[in-house]
């Protein structure tokens, strides 16, 4: 789950968790959560009728925590170590699928995972904890690898400004923990006024989806789901930015046979079978009462489509409007 800054004390509170289960219902047979975190969303189908939740994560650390009560559901929870972009490896004819995109409560909550702008830690940003850590990237990446990973994945205007201080600081020694890198952005950009977000928070979230590959790792998703899915089986995304928004829209627009353009000079084009139909044209975001409950789902949005009896087809990932870069940063 994404979001806002948290501390340890809070309880995860599954965002959008009661108009999900709403917009699903009634919720029976076998569903996938993607991305099982603390496993709110499992609970909650579990709780609603689920027959079945195959619980999937990159992280050790999410069955790890939930050791001390997944037992209570016997064998109606199957926890899966791996990522969602090959669920329909783990599992086939599913009810359902749910993805809760972005990092979760309980990884901003530890200050050794680095994911976390307003706690020292290890510059490290890696849901698996494998593989090449945010200092990697950070510290070895060319200037203009860097500015573009904050511009197009964190979305933050201020990315070659930043970019350059990063490798100018890097010259006189490695940048190696999250402060230290708080330190170097907030030495680019002006004092927030009361109500904006931190100064780091756009290009923290641009080095944790780089390192993570999280846009690729959704784009495979969402045609993993595809795959996975019976007829009639849902598919419902929680996002938290616009960009992820924005592609899971357009995936379910173009698998939902509307009409569209490969290009603004492109004839119109029509799928004839469409793989999913949708529940509903707009996204559903948090009510006042959540608001209150749970601010880390301001940003929340919710949409949920049908799949239909058409054959899993293939789609470009710029059709559905996925970031991509050269080089090593993907």
Known sequence: MAGAQS??????IPVLLRPLLAAVAPVSGIWLDGTFGAGGYTRGLLEAGAEKVIGVDRDPLAFEMAADWASEYGDRLVMQRGVFSRMDDYAQNLDGVVLDLGVSSMQLDQAERGFSFMKDGPLDMRMSQEGESAADLVNTATETQLADILFHFGEERASRRIAKAIV???????ITTTLRLVEIIESCLPRPKPGQSHPATR???GLRIAVNAEY???FQGLMAAERALKPGGQLAVVT?????????KRFFQSRAGKTGRANRYAPEMAQEQPQF??????????DEPELQENPRARSAKLRVAVRTDAPAGEIEARAIGMPELGGRAR
Not at 240 to 248: N, P, Q
Request: proline content about 8%; glycine content about 2%.
């Open 240 to 248: 938290f930015h616009s960009i992820e928004d924005r592609m899971v």
């Open 203 to 205: 290009s923290f979230q």
């Open 168 to 174: 100018k600081a890097r010259a006189d020694e490695p």
């Open 216 to 218: 690729e790792e959704l």
């Open 7 to 12: 501390s340890s004390d809070k309880p995860h």
């Open 277 to 286: 139909t949708l529940k509903s044209r707009k996204a559903v975001g948090p």
